[in-house]
């Protein structure tokens, strides 16, 4: 089972280099990944320490950062409403 975890693992980042390269993609995606990663962190930080929401406190880990970098703001609010509801 590791065995083909692995070679998943292998294939996928030879066929994601492929495509970089092939496509003149460049390296630009990443730092704005890198951003709007950063920029998700602030967010989160922001609505823990801000006193805007009282007794919330949403923990930063890649879970939390992700949904918040694939969502954008609306993602702050799902985990505040999360973090109120459970």
Known sequence: MK???MSVFVISIVLLLFIVFKKKLGFKWLSILGIHMVLAAVGIYGVNFSGIIPNIY?????????????L???????????????
């Open 58 to 70: 949403i923990p930063l880990n890649p879970v939390t950062i992700g949904t918040v970098v694939l």
């Open 3 to 5: 065995l083909i975890m």
């Open 72 to 86: 954008g703001l609306p993602g702050v609010a799902l985990l505040a409403g999360l973090k109120m509801t459970l």
